[in-house]
């Protein structure tokens, strides 16, 4: 018996390779599928089924294409309703793959279709959990994800509790639980970052697992969740009807275009242009109107999070050699209408004589010394309307990191616009004077300064290093 877990970290999330007897299981697989047909291939096995634990919302599996490529069955389990050809297993229903077997446990809460598969071993010994987004390690599912007119959150925690207790944690203690996802997942808000564990160790240290009553449960999972990413029920909408095959994607999205066809693209269509580089290299020069999110951060989260439309037509600007990782990473999550990238990148754009556009960024240590001529009157940065008296001046900060960052330490004049937040907060910005903008370490801040510049605000001023640097810098806070 082989289990492999196949851990993508821009998703925080867990696939699995199981295999016994030349016999293969896929669960939760992701949408790019020739990886598991080839590790198969390579073992002289046959993918036999493929399992699903619920309409994941965060990534788009590749479920049907490897159904479609493998011909084994999709498997739910109760109270799925997917508008592609499935089996939807019963509760307790087994599977036979090789000389092991997969129960079905349905375990509603996270989502009421929600299920793990609890692996048997050669000898008929519970062995592994696959728990999806019901068990995570630390953590359990979010409720709020699957709530419609008739099932309030509240309903869906109580279904998840009941599902914990009667269903995963009277399993033997040396059953080893793997998640679908770990830490830096919006799908819960405690993960850690290990990836499996025993559940006997989860029963001693996860806060949802400890003795508690069941209003008690719905009072600490509920607690301090904050807004799911915008694009996670478009997600659960894909997984549901299926979606095109990523080749496609990837071969449209490929498409390389010199800076002249390029522009014209921009002008002919409302393309939005990703800057996916780093951040001091877009902040030192970028196309006009064209937004920064890094490949290198929580990329297709923030993409999701900040780009409402899935459909939006999308053209890239990327460190050369890494496109591909660019339209595979969008892939992902659903953003397919990507119509290539730009030839070469900011270098030739520029040899093409092509206006650039830059983000005034300043260090800790100079946003440090404009702080304290501003508060000791020596500049003055505009008064604001909940100034105390007439020779009071204020300085305009924004702090874009999350309310709970913020709330644990900042700066005395920060306001807090959470980077998820700015399109409904973008009123907050002054028009006139300096936005002294920062996050936690320079990456959000960046992506802020860019929409902000987009919109016609160019009095921003990205503070490099964020709030670790500015702290460093021994300022009053």
Same mark, same amino acid.
């Given at each position: 018996?082989?289990?492999?877990?196949?851990?993508?970290?821009?998703? @925080?999330?867990?696939?699995?390779?199981?295999?016994?007897?030349?016999?293969?299981?896929?669960?939760?697989?992701?949408?790019?599928?020739?990886?598991?047909?080839?590790?198969?291939?390579?073992?002289?096995?046959?993918?036999?089924?493929?399992?699903?634990?619920?309409?994941?919302?965060?990534?788009?599996?590749? $479920?049907?294409?490897?159904?479609?490529?493998?011909?084994?069955?999709?498997?739910?389990?109760?109270?799925?309703?997917?508008?592609?050809?499935?089996?939807? @297993?019963?509760?307790?229903?087994?599977? +036979?793959?090789?000389?092991?077997?997969?129960?079905?446990?349905?375990?509603?809460?996270?989502?009421?279709?929600?299920?793990?598969?609890?692996?048997?071993?050669?000898?008929?010994?519970?062995?592994?959990?696959?728990? %999806?987004?019901?068990?995570?390690?630390?953590?359990?599912?979010?409720?709020?994800?699957?709530?419609? %007119?008739?099932?309030?959150?509240?309903?869906?925690?109580?279904?998840?509790?009941?599902?914990?207790?009667?269903?995963?944690?009277?399993?033997?203690?040396?059953?080893?639980?793997?998640?679908?996802?770990?830490?830096?997942?919006?799908?819960?808000?405690?993960?850690?970052?290990?990836?499996?564990?025993?559940?006997?160790?989860? +029963?001693?240290?996860?806060?949802?697992?400890?003795?508690?009553? +069941?209003?008690?449960?719905?009072?600490?999972?509920?607690?301090?969740?904050?807004?799911?990413?915008?694009?996670?029920?478009?997600?659960?909408?894909?997984?549901?009807?299926?979606?095109?095959?990523?080749?496609?994607?990837?071969?449209?999205?490929?498409?390389? $275009?010199?800076?002249?066809?390029?522009?014209?693209?921009?002008?002919?269509?409302?393309?939005?242009?990703?800057?996916?580089?780093?951040?001091?290299?877009?902040?030192? %020069?970028?196309?006009?109107?064209?937004?920064?999110?890094?490949?290198?951060?929580?990329?297709?989260?923030?993409?999701?999070?900040?780009?409402?439309?899935?459909?939006?037509?999308?053209?890239?600007?990327?460190?050369?050699?890494?496109?591909?990782?660019?339209?595979?990473?969008?892939?992902?999550?659903?953003?397919?209408?990507?119509?290539?990238?730009?030839?070469?990148?900011?270098?030739?754009?520029?040899? @093409?004589?092509?206006?650039?556009?830059?983000?005034?960024?300043?260090?800790?240590?100079?946003?440090?010394?404009?702080?304290?001529?501003?508060?000791?009157?020596?500049?003055?940065?505009?008064?604001?309307?909940?100034?105390?008296?007439?020779?009071?001046?204020?300085?305009?900060?924004?702090?874009?990191?999350?309310?709970?960052?913020?709330?644990?330490?900042?700066?005395?004049?920060?306001?807090?616009?959470?980077?998820?937040?700015?399109?409904?907060?973008?009123?907050?910005?002054?028009?006139?004077?300096?936005?002294?903008?920062?996050?936690?370490?320079?990456?959000?801040?960046?992506?802020?300064?860019?929409?902000? +510049?987009?919109?016609?605000?160019?009095?921003?001023?990205?503070?490099?290093?964020?709030?670790?640097?500015?702290?460093?810098?021994?300022?009053?806070?």
């Amino acid at each position: 018996m082989k289990i492999e877990q196949i851990y993508t970290g821009c998703l @925080a999330q867990g696939a699995y390779y199981i295999e016994s007897e030349g016999e293969v299981a896929i669960i939760d697989p992701l949408r790019e599928v020739s990886s598991y047909i080839e590790k198969a291939k390579r073992n002289n096995a046959t993918i036999k089924y493929i399992f699903e634990t619920h309409f994941h919302a965060d990534f788009v599996s590749g $479920h049907v294409e490897l159904s479609q490529k493998t011909n084994a069955p999709i498997i739910y389990g109760p109270k799925a309703n997917p508008t592609f050809e499935a089996l939807l @297993a019963s509760d307790n229903q087994v599977f +036979k793959l090789g000389n092991i077997t997969l129960k079905v446990l349905h375990t509603p809460g996270h989502t009421m279709e929600s299920s793990c598969y609890l692996l048997f071993d050669e000898d008929g010994k519970e062995k592994a959990l696959f728990s %999806g987004d019901t068990l995570f390690i630390g953590d359990v599912g979010r409720p709020d994800l699957a709530q419609n %007119g008739s099932l309030t959150m509240d309903d869906l925690a109580g279904h998840l509790y009941d599902s914990l207790h009667q269903k995963i944690m009277p399993l033997a203690d040396d059953v080893i639980v793997y998640p679908a996802h770990g830490a830096g997942s919006a799908c819960g808000k405690n993960m850690s970052k290990e990836t499996s564990d025993t559940l006997g160790h989860q +029963k001693a240290v996860n806060y949802a697992l400890q003795p508690q009553t +069941k209003e008690q449960f719905i009072e600490a999972v509920t607690d301090g969740l904050t807004p799911p990413p915008f694009y996670f029920p478009k997600n659960v909408l894909l997984n549901k009807t299926g979606i095109q095959a990523v080749t496609k994607v990837m071969e449209r999205g490929l498409t390389a $275009h010199e800076p002249a066809a390029f522009e014209e693209l921009v002008n002919a269509t409302d393309a939005l242009i990703i800057d996916t580089r780093k951040p001091d290299a877009f902040g030192k %020069g970028f196309i006009p109107r064209s937004i920064f999110i890094g490949i290198d951060g929580d990329f297709a989260p923030w993409v999701g999070t900040l780009v409402r439309d899935i459909q939006q037509e999308i053209l890239i600007v990327a460190d050369e050699g890494r496109e591909e990782e660019v339209v595979k990473r969008l892939a992902r999550v659903g953003y397919d209408n990507v119509l290539g990238y730009l030839k070469g990148g900011l270098e030739a754009w520029k040899m @093409a004589g092509k206006e650039v556009d830059d983000i005034n960024s300043i260090t800790a240590n100079e946003f440090a010394d404009i702080y304290q001529r501003v508060v000791s009157g020596d500049i003055d940065h505009g008064k604001s309307e909940h100034q105390t008296s007439k020779n009071e001046k204020r300085i305009k900060i924004k702090d874009v990191r999350k309310t709970t960052e913020f709330e644990a330490g900042h700066i005395k004049e920060a306001e807090n616009i959470p980077l998820a937040q700015i399109s409904e907060l973008m009123t907050e910005f002054d028009k006139e004077e300096p936005n002294y903008v920062h996050c936690a370490g320079g990456y959000r801040s960046m992506v802020a300064a860019s929409i902000l +510049k987009s919109r016609g605000y160019h009095n921003v001023v990205n503070i490099e290093g964020g709030f670790g640097a500015i702290v460093g810098t021994g300022i009053l806070l």
